[in-house]
């Protein structure tokens, strides 16, 4: 692994913090700081907050390698500014032009949770109580990485101790070459289960923000449906369904913009989501799939006649912040235009806006059309706008459409867990088209349809078209009938999985390219 001694010394240097106080902005005690960490509850509980608080600085990546690759995100550029990211998003990755370095950034947090495991499985001074709560917490978190690994790379080095901290110091001994999926996925599912059986009959806290047992039955729940549908596992879908289904004690909320507000937050919909608050930290991001601030220049309109309503700043963008703000992130407009107009989803997640060519009288001819992201707006507090909504990792809406997914799969109808959603989205009106239960491949195309419009910025949508199936294969590959699919099968079938960069393989030796992308590694 790269640079693994520094990794653990740079983990050491971000832990340290002097105060005992519980909030996020705040990271754990470095335990070498003063010698005497690891001895009383409250510095082992800020080191679980300080891993709460780097698993929110993820949220970015959790994003990116859940959904920019999904065929969503456009690649034109609508505003004479250069667009974020666009090897990703047009799959032009490769050894030289990786996307995402260093295993995403992902075992700088595994190394601390293994640390925190090993620690306070030894501690003495917590209670049996309190000790498997927090083993419950760190176990659920180091599968949620090893989760998004496996699904971005397969086969990744396992590294399940603090090695370094427990005496190996040789950067040679420390060389550790790619796990097998299968062995990848064994470790994941070992984590989840000893994380709820950990947790036994806790409730879990009233913050939503920390991972709870639920947290984990929803992990476990998605974890086993991959299993079942990526790796063939068929019977994992049983222990899917199970663990979904012991999720209780949440709805949908009455609209679907309100379970994203910022005065709503730990909602009945949530089960669990990364905390953003005014004052404390902003989501990441957001304000770059907006409109740009130049965008007021008597050539945008906020309606599609642009007959009068020219573009000022509606979603009070400029008026709120200090910097210009630059759209650098941008949905494609198929994706606005796949949701009916009465669907309140629409309009909840996307503002669309349009430039013309001024010729004559309105209505003008449209040159462009483009959308703003306004599903994550934040709040407003002394007129500066804060982007603090809360992230959902899980919420009530997926778990639905989960069992959606495992009953079509099991060959019965997903009707009642898809109407739901769709009553949601449509009410107070009534649903106009509601779900007709088809063949197998029908209902797997109309589920991801609904997927994919309840969970934008949500980084779910790559790993929907990894894991559903049109026939045989996976929604990800192109084929007749399937409106979805980004790549070609013969030619790009293995950009399924991400490459590494040079970086990698030259600080370690046993480390080998993701298969099938050309390497200049030595045989």
């Known amino acids: 692994m790269k640079n693994f001694k520094y990794l653990l010394f740079a983990m050491l240097v971000i832990l340290t913090s002097a105060s005992c106080k519980k909030t996020l902005e705040l990271a754990p005690e470095d335990y070498f700081g003063d010698g005497n960490f690891w001895q009383n509850e409250s510095q082992v509980t800020n080191f679980m907050v300080g891993m709460h608080k780097q698993f929110r600085d993820n949220q970015f990546m959790f994003l990116r390698l859940g959904e920019m690759r999904s065929g969503n995100y456009s690649n034109i550029d609508r505003q004479n500014t250069s667009l974020n990211e666009l090897p990703i998003i047009e ?4 050894e030289n032009s990786a996307g995402v370095g260093s295993w995403a950034g992902f075992y700088n947090p595994i190394l601390q949770i ?14 049996d109580a309190k000790k498997t709560y927090l083993l419950g917490q760190a176990y659920g978190m180091r599968a949620y990485y090893y989760f998004h690994l496996l699904r971005t790379y397969g086969g990744v080095p396992l590294r399940l101790e603090p090695e370094v901290l427990n005496g190996n110091t040789d950067p040679v001994a420390l060389r550790k070459k790619r796990a097998t999926e299968a062995e990848v996925l064994a470790s994941i599912k070992n984590d989840i289960n000893k994380s709820i059986t950990l947790f036994g009959s806790a409730s879990g806290s009233n913050d939503k923000s920390l991972w709870s047992p639920k947290a984990s039955l929803m992990l476990k729940g ?34 679907f913009a309100s379970a994203f507000a910022y005065a709503q937050k730990n909602n009945n919909e949530i089960i669990f989501s990364i905390r953003y608050l005014v004052g404390e930290s902003e989501m990441g991001g957001v304000s770059q799939y907006l ?36 759209q650098r992130y941008g949905y494609t407009f198929a994706l606005f235009q796949s949701y009916a107009v009465t669907d309140k989803r629409r309009d909840a997640t996307f503002y669309d806006y349009y430039r013309v060519t001024k010729s004559g009288t309105p209505p003008y001819a ?77 209902n797997e195309l109309a589920i991801f349809a609904e997927r994919n ?5 949500e980084g779910k949508s790559w790993y929907d078209l990894r894991r559903m199936k049109f ?49 200049a590694k030595p045989k």
């Open 91 to 94: 799959q032009r990755i490769d």
């Open 471 to 519: 026939g045989s294969d996976p929604l990800v590959y192109k084929a007749t009938g399937n409106p979805y699919g980004v790549l070609d099968k013969t030619t790009q079938g293995y950009k399924i999985l991400w490459p590494i960069e040079p970086a990698i393989w030259t600080n370690d030796p046993l480390v080998d390219q993701t298969p099938g992308y050309p390497t």
């Open 366 to 442: 449209i040159s462009i059309r483009n959308t703003a992201m306004v599903k994550f707006l934040g709040t407003i507090s002394a007129n500066k706008r804060y982007f603090s909504d809360d992230w959902p990792v899980y919420r009530e809406a997926d778990r639905l459409l989960m069992l959606a997914e495992i009953a079509n799969a099991e060959g019965s109808s997903p009707a009642s867990f898809i109407q739901l959603i769709r009553n949601r989205a449509f009410a107070p009106a009534v649903d106009p088209t509601p779900f007709v239960n088809g063949t197998k491949d029908a």
């Open 291 to 326: 409109y740009s601030t130049f965008n007021f220049d008597n050539l945008h309109y906020k309606d599609s006649l642009a007959s009068g309503s020219l573009l000022v700043d509606p979603l009070l963008i400029a008026a709120t912040n200090s910097q210009q703000i630059i």
């Open 114 to 127: 293994n640390l925190f495991i090993q620690k306070v499985e030894a501690s003495s001074f917590l209670s």
């Open 453 to 457: 419009k309840e969970f934008v910025f």
């Open 222 to 255: 998605e974890l086993y449906l991959w299993s079942a549908k990526v790796y063939a596992n068929t019977a994992d879908l049983t222990d899917a369904k199970n663990a979904l289904n012991a999720v209780t004690g949440n709805a949908l909320q009455s609209s």
